[in-house]
């Protein structure tokens, strides 16, 4: 008689409490005001439908704010809210939000989404975190084994800053998931790697910061071990894969269709000076040294924020108590906490460069582009983000996870091996 399978049937079922809790938490978690901007803009999905050249740049002076966020925020957040609303036959918020305004005044406007549009607004998004739990998993699979990638969505699942800033009806969700999805394609699909565009093309188009997998795909047509390819088809697979970037991008930015270079000039114009604008406000100057002491501070110790900057935290703070309430929504934040996992972090990655360096690895190619992945990421947001909002350092956290989860692997490893070794036999006698 066979013995129950365990390991298949455990897994599932933390995998369901996982999701459980990341769902059931969606409706309680802090509103922020960049969420009534993105339901606000979610309303070009209709005016797509109706009529696709009415989100075009017209070549001229610009018209209005929805122009505006076209040319410098990604599509893709504000198209998964615009069709969720639709099929649920919800109606986006018609104002956007004044940030000179009070939040007194931005509701009395109708700037501040109804609870239920700004759930579904939510959870048009949110439904990717079982994908993202899913293509991190495979990574850490191919990378490390199964008991590392167990891990890995275990520390993804309970992590504090996905379980805030993926469930918001904003840019995050899509940013990790497709930001997990392109990892995975770029480094375990072997066979017709010009299919990591997709993901790559699509990451870009839910954030700018996103771009640099443009360039690791890019190096990743060059230099990935292929069996049996000419340099001739590498070249060809090279161009596919810039083309099928390109095309997405082409197709999720209606703003283009019309006049695609002053639409592009102005876009990078606008984007240059809120970048400049951003700067100067929250006084973004700061050494190398201290811009690693800030993505430490914010990725591992810092508390979370709930909000970007505090012009509204005291008209939050009730959903912020009982957001509080449910322990697990706050879990290793502090400096206790912190600099455990910033050492397992170290341990992990010391792991990895390890096994790129031993004998033994039959293929080093993927711990290697793992490690350039890593280190571009992080040079990305320490001196590439205009301000130091903890949001923005969500890109680097799945990255430190799969550090992490190699260390835990290891040490449990060592430990289950220890505990072996010193078991009796059954006739008493030391192994």
């Excluded at 939050?316 to 108590?321: E, G, V």
């Excluded at 957001?323 to 206790?336: A, D, K, M, S």
Aim: aromatic fraction near 12%; hydrophobic fraction near 50%; include cysteine.
């Amino acid at each position: 008689m066979k013995s129950f399978p365990w390991t298949k049937f455990l897994i599932p079922v933390l995998f369901l409490i996982l999701c459980l809790n990341y769902f059931s938490g969606i409706p309680g978690v802090p509103i922020h005001p960049d969420e009534s901007t993105q339901i606000y803009m979610s309303a070009d999905v209709p005016k797509f439908l109706q009529d696709p050249s009415s989100l075009a740049f017209p070549g001229v002076k610009l018209q209005d704010d929805q122009l505006r966020y076209r040319l410098i925020d990604s599509p893709l957040t504000r198209t998964f809210i615009g069709t969720g609303l639709l099929l649920r036959g919800q109606a986006p918020t018609s104002i956007d939000w004044d940030w000179s305004k009070n939040w007194q005044e931005n509701d009395q406007a109708g700037a501040l989404p109804s609870a239920d549009v700004l759930t579904m607004a939510r959870y048009s998004v949110a439904w990717m975190f079982p994908l993202s739990c899913l293509f991190l998993f495979m990574t850490v699979k191919k990378l490390g084994g199964w008991l590392a990638a167990l891990i890995s969505v275990v520390l993804f699942a309970t992590n504090a800053l996905i379980l805030l800033h993926t469930r918001r009806a904003m840019a995050e969700s899509a940013l990790i998931c497709l930001l997990c999805a392109s990892v995975w394609c770029l480094l375990c699909v072997d066979k017709r790697v010009w299919l990591a565009a997709i993901p790559v093309g699509l990451a870009i188009n839910a954030k700018q910061t996103l771009f640099p997998l443009a360039g690791f795909g890019l190096l990743n047509m060059v230099f990935k071990p292929i069996v049996g390819i000419s340099k001739i088809n590498r070249f060809f697979q090279t161009v596919i894969f810039s083309a099928i970037v390109l095309l997405i991008t082409w197709g999720l930015n209606p703003v283009y269709w019309k006049s695609p270079i002053p639409a592009l000039q102005t876009g990078l114009d606008l984007r240059s000076e809120l970048t400049v604008q951003m700067s100067r406000q929250h006084q973004n100057i700061f050494t190398a040294l201290e811009r690693s002491a800030i993505l430490i501070g914010q990725v591992f110790i810092q508390p979370l924020a709930i909000g970007d900057v505090s012009n509204y935290l005291a008209d939050t703070q009730k959903q912020t108590d009982l957001y509080y309430q449910n322990p697990v929504n706050n879990l290793f934040r502090g400096f206790i906490a912190g600099a455990i996992f910033l050492g397992l972090s170290i341990i992990g990655w010391g792991l990895l460069i390890r096994d790129l360096f031993s004998s033994r690895a039959k293929n080093k190619y993927p711990a290697g582009a793992f490690l350039t992945m890593t280190i571009g990421m992080i040079l990305t947001v320490m001196f590439f983000t205009p301000v130091n909002f903890q949001r923005y350092y969500l890109v680097v956290v799945p990255f430190i996870i799969i550090a992490q989860a190699f260390a835990l692997s290891s040490i449990s490893t060592i430990i289950f091996r220890g505990i072996k070794k010193g078991l009796p036999l059954s006739n008493g006698s030391p192994r």
